[in-house]
């Protein structure tokens, strides 16, 4: 199988369709999020690692636009509302999230942690719909945070249910991390095999317990990553293990069985 996200086995700037100045002015919108809300055209440049020069034009022109807007004290930049248009029109077109956010509402309020639904982007998880529950300490995500691919247990769920050869093209950058990876990954899969549920005890973040599970397209294609999460004082690992890995394990399968109509409406 082909996994239409994955670009590892070719580069697009060598494609002749591809417009190098669009990828370009995407990729310094990229550089915002949680952590960095202003920044200014060096520190853009320093990400990108494009010239300092360009990022200027293209500063200018998403502001045009109203993609990006400048701080008037600092000169910095943040992300502008045009936006917020794209993302919204992405959210609302995806079918899965209606179908699911009452069912991840109701494994929150029994677990009391949160519940997310996670689609993959690179070699990230982004949380398209996120349910919390009422223990006095829940994670500090929500819809539109990201988390890593290969390190968060969304992500190895995603990962176990790709091919042998799809999940060695996506391993193919990673270098040294690889096999560390792969044994990861082959451990989430001899879980969900068992059980429908992989499981991490603090080995994302110190303190943090999580279950996760894969979502799978009626032709077995991996569609997204189910998780639920939270301090290891509410999700104890057998609290996981007995009572919320097999809700989420059914939850995935629910949702897994959606018609085709709600499944390609949340596959790129």
């Not at 200018?60 to 636009?65: E, F, V």
């Amino acid at each position: 199988m082909n996994d239409p996200d994955d670009d590892s086995h070719h580069d697009p700037r060598l494609d002749r369709q591809f417009v190098s100045a669009l990828a370009r002015g995407l990729e310094i919108l990229q550089c915002f999020g949680p952590d960095e809300l202003d920044l200014s055209n060096q520190e853009i440049a320093a990400r990108t690692k494009l010239p300092k020069s360009t990022v200027t034009r293209l500063t200018y022109t998403l502001t045009h636009l109203g993609f990006m807007q400048q701080v008037e004290d600092s000169g910095f930049y943040r992300i502008g509302p045009a936006v917020l248009r794209l993302g919204y029109a992405f959210l609302a077109n995806l079918e899965i999230r209606r179908r699911a956010w009452p069912l991840m509402q109701e494994l929150a309020a029994f677990s009391g942690v949160s519940v997310a639904l996670g689609q993959r982007e690179g070699g990230e998880m982004i949380y398209v719909e996120c349910c919390r529950g009422n223990a006095p300490v829940t994670l500090r995500l929500g819809v539109g945070s990201r988390i890593d691919l290969f390190r968060s247990i969304m992500g190895r769920a995603w990962l176990a249910a790709q091919s042998e050869a799809e999940l060695e093209g996506l391993l193919v950058g990673l270098g040294d991390r690889a096999e560390e990876v792969a044994g990861h990954v082959a451990r989430a899969r001899d879980e969900i095999a068992a059980q429908g549920f992989c499981v991490t005890l603090g080995g994302w973040t110190v303190g943090v317990n999580s279950a996760a599970a894969p979502i799978l397209a009626p032709d077995g294609r991996t569609v997204m990553g189910l998780n639920c999460g939270g301090p290891e004082s509410v999700m104890t690992p057998d609290f996981i293990r007995q009572e919320v890995g097999p809700r989420l394990a059914r939850l995935a399968a629910t949702l897994s069985a959606l018609p085709p109509p709600a499944m390609m409406r949340c596959c790129p």
